[in-house]
């Protein structure tokens, strides 16, 4: 077991990280401040669930003024600087990469899927698979209405966009898991069932959406990606 300290230090950081979920998610939805582009209603709650507090405070900032209805209320527009545009545009990414992360660890703990003995490899494996499909897909739901793009051209836009941006925020996350795992807590290695492993995966996302941002501010630079 993780020493006590570590394990209140986790509900803390997990219960904050669901208020601020909580709480993005009623003011988009029921107070009706829906964003610009739909998937951005998605996007924010889920930044929210390993960001916690920082994502609320940056939606406030700026998610929520790109909302018809703000906009509506104040009678201003809204204009981000390019280094606040390229982190908004690393939220598709960190969103996409969290909400995979979180469905295979399930996964792979119910199962008690392992190779070599070792449980870390299928995770590597089945995080990346699913990070990389809802990245795409949420990359997807950006480019393509931005562009007017079908579906064919969309998916490959989005690749094209995206693919870098996973792979980047991928090396922060795994790398930080490497860490918990043959470093800080080999003997028992920490279980997805508590409370201290999700507070370490908090933390490897939020190193994975800082080794992501220069791939997203290189992409935009040069087109690739659209910037927010």
Not at 14 to 19: G, K, T, V
Not at 112 to 134: C, H, N, Q, R, S
Not at 155 to 182: N, P, R
Request: a neutral charge; aromatic letters at 16%.
């Amino acid at each position: 077991m993780p020493p006590t300290w570590l394990t209140v230090l986790a509900w803390i950081s997990l219960a904050s990280a669901f208020a601020c979920t909580g709480l993005i998610a009623v003011d988009i939805f029921a107070r009706g401040y829906r964003q610009h582009m739909w998937i951005m209603d998605v996007v924010w709650p889920l930044t929210a669930l390993y960001s916690g507090p920082l994502a609320w405070l940056a939606y406030r900032r700026w998610g929520r003024v790109t909302s018809p209805r703000y906009r509506q209320q104040s009678g201003i527009g809204s204009h981000h600087p390019f280094s606040v545009s390229v982190g908004i545009s690393d939220t598709h990414c960190g969103a996409g990469c969290a909400l995979g992360d979180v469905i295979s660890e399930w996964v792979l703990f119910a199962v008690g899927a392992t190779i070599a003995g070792v449980a870390l490899w299928p995770e590597y494996i089945l995080d990346f698979v699913l990070a990389f499909v809802f990245g795409i897909a949420f990359q997807y739901f950006t480019i393509a209405p931005m562009r007017q793009l079908g579906f064919r051209e969309g998916v490959i836009a989005a690749l094209k966009s995206d693919t870098l941006s996973v792979m980047a925020f991928e090396i922060g996350l795994f790398g930080w898991m490497a860490l918990s795992y043959f470093v800080f807590f080999t003997d028992p290695h920490l279980r997805t069932d508590h409370a201290a492993y999700w507070f370490q995966m908090q933390i490897g996302m939020i190193l994975g959406f800082l080794t992501s941002y220069p791939a997203n501010r290189w992409l935009i630079r040069h087109g690739i990606k659209e910037e927010m």
